[in-house]
C-alpha cells in the first residue's frame, strides 16, 4: 500500500495469508487471488489528497473525535474520493493494538440522523407534489409535537416566509409545515424511493442499514422533514442528494 493510510477504509487490507479482511481487498478477495486483471477504481488520488487534507483541518479546528466526506459525480454516481478519519496504514494493521476504532468506516458503516440536510428533500417533495416556492407560511411562533417545542435556530423569524425562504434560512418550523401538506404517507413514499429504508450497495463490505420507526406516523413525519427520527449512512445521503440534483436520476 504505497499511499499509506491515504485509501485505507476503500481498499481495505489482508491477513498473513493475503486473504482480504476489509474494503476492495475482502469483496472482490476471490478475484484479485485468482486472476492476474486489473482492478481499477474511480477514486482520483488528488482529490482523496484535498478532501483528506481539509477533514483534518476541519478536526483540529473544532477538536473533533473524527470525521467524514465523500465526493461524488453525480452524473455517474461514481466516488471521486471517500475519506472516513481517523484512518489506518494497511501496512501495519498488526500493531495497531487499541486503535481498532480507526478500521471503522463513518461513511459506510455509520448511520447518523443528517438534520437540516434533509430540508433538501423536504422542498424537493414538496415542489414535487405540486407545492409552489411563493406560497407563505407563519413560522413565527414554536411548534408543539407532543411535550417537544420545536424553534428555528440561530433566530426566530417573525414574519410569513415563502417555502425558498424556509429552505434558505433553514426554517424548522417551516419545513413541519411544508411536511403536513403532503402528509406522513407521502413522506413516506418518497423516503422510501430515495433508498432510505433499504441497506445501500457499494464495492466493499462495510456497509451499515438505516434505522428508522415500523410505524411512520404524523410525529415522526414532522421531525424527519428536518432530519430527526431517521438515521441513515453519509453514502446514502450523498447518493440521494446527487439525485436531487441530477433532475431525478
Same mark, same amino acid.
Given at each position: 500500500?504505497?499511499?499509506?493510510?491515504l485509501?485505507?477504509?476503500?481498499?481495505?487490507?489482508?491477513?498473513?495469508?493475503?486473504?482480504?479482511?476489509g474494503g $476492495?481487498?475482502? @469483496?472482490?478477495?476471490?478475484?484479485?487471488?485468482?486472476?492476474?486483471?486489473?482492478?481499477?477504481?474511480?477514486?482520483?488520488?488528488?482529490? *482523496?489528497?484535498?478532501?483528506?487534507?481539509?477533514?483534518?483541518?476541519?478536526?483540529?479546528?473544532?477538536?473533533?473525535?473524527?470525521?467524514?466526506? %465523500?465526493?461524488?459525480?453525480?452524473?455517474?454516481?461514481?466516488?471521486?474520493?471517500? $475519506?472516513?478519519?481517523?484512518?489506518?496504514?494497511? =501496512? *501495519?494493521?498488526?500493531?495497531?493494538?487499541?486503535?481498532?476504532?480507526?478500521?471503522?468506516?463513518?461513511?459506510?458503516?455509520?448511520?447518523?440522523?443528517?438534520? #437540516?440536510? !434533509?430540508?433538501?428533500?423536504?422542498?424537493?417533495?414538496?415542489?414535487?407534489?405540486?407545492?409552489?416556492?411563493?406560497?407563505?407560511?407563519? $413560522?413565527?411562533?414554536?411548534?408543539?409535537?407532543?411535550?417537544?417545542?420545536?424553534?428555528? !435556530?440561530?433566530?426566530?423569524?417573525?414574519?410569513?416566509?415563502?417555502?425558498?425562504?424556509?429552505?434558505?434560512?433553514?426554517? =424548522?418550523?417551516?419545513?413541519? @409545515?411544508?411536511?403536513?401538506? &403532503?402528509?406522513?404517507?407521502?413522506?413516506?413514499?418518497f423516503?422510501?424511493?430515495?433508498?432510505? !429504508?433499504?441497506?445501500?450497495?457499494?464495492?466493499?463490505?462495510?456497509?451499515?442499514?438505516?434505522? !428508522?420507526?415500523?410505524?411512520?406516523?404524523?410525529?415522526?413525519s414532522k421531525?424527519?422533514?428536518?432530519?430527526?427520527?431517521? #438515521?441513515?449512512?453519509?453514502? *446514502?445521503? $450523498?447518493?440521494? &442528494?446527487?439525485?436531487?440534483? =441530477?433532475?431525478? %436520476?
Amino acid at each position: 500500500y504505497p499511499h499509506g493510510e491515504l485509501f485505507s477504509h476503500v481498499l481495505g487490507y489482508t491477513n498473513i495469508d493475503n486473504q482480504g479482511l476489509g474494503g $476492495v481487498e475482502r @469483496k472482490f478477495n476471490e478475484s484479485l487471488l485468482s486472476t492476474e486483471n486489473t482492478l481499477q477504481l474511480s477514486l482520483d488520488i488528488r482529490v *482523496q489528497h484535498v478532501l483528506r487534507d481539509e477533514l483534518l483541518a476541519g478536526i483540529d479546528r473544532f477538536k473533533a473525535q473524527g470525521g467524514a466526506g %465523500m465526493v461524488m459525480d453525480v452524473r455517474t454516481g461514481e466516488i471521486i474520493a471517500m $475519506v472516513s478519519l481517523p484512518d489506518f496504514d494497511p =501496512n *501495519q494493521v498488526g500493531k495497531m493494538g487499541s486503535e481498532k476504532e480507526a478500521l471503522f468506516n463513518r461513511l459506510t458503516l455509520g448511520t447518523y440522523e443528517m438534520g #437540516s440536510s !434533509f430540508k433538501i428533500f423536504n422542498t424537493a417533495l414538496y415542489l414535487e407534489r405540486g407545492g409552489n416556492l411563493f406560497a407563505r407560511f407563519d $413560522v413565527s411562533a414554536p411548534f408543539q409535537i407532543g411535550r417537544f417545542k420545536i424553534t428555528d !435556530f440561530p433566530r426566530p423569524i417573525r414574519y410569513p416566509v415563502t417555502a425558498a425562504e424556509i429552505f434558505m434560512e433553514s426554517s =424548522n418550523i417551516g419545513a413541519i @409545515k411544508m411536511a403536513m401538506q &403532503i402528509g406522513a404517507a407521502g413522506q413516506r413514499d418518497f423516503f422510501e424511493k430515495l433508498g432510505f !429504508f433499504s441497506t445501500p450497495s457499494l464495492e466493499i463490505s462495510e456497509i451499515g442499514s438505516p434505522l !428508522f420507526p415500523k410505524q411512520w406516523t404524523e410525529p415522526t413525519s414532522k421531525t424527519a422533514a428536518y432530519g430527526y427520527g431517521i #438515521s441513515i449512512t453519509p453514502l *446514502q445521503l $450523498v447518493t440521494a &442528494i446527487a439525485g436531487i440534483v =441530477n433532475k431525478g %436520476m
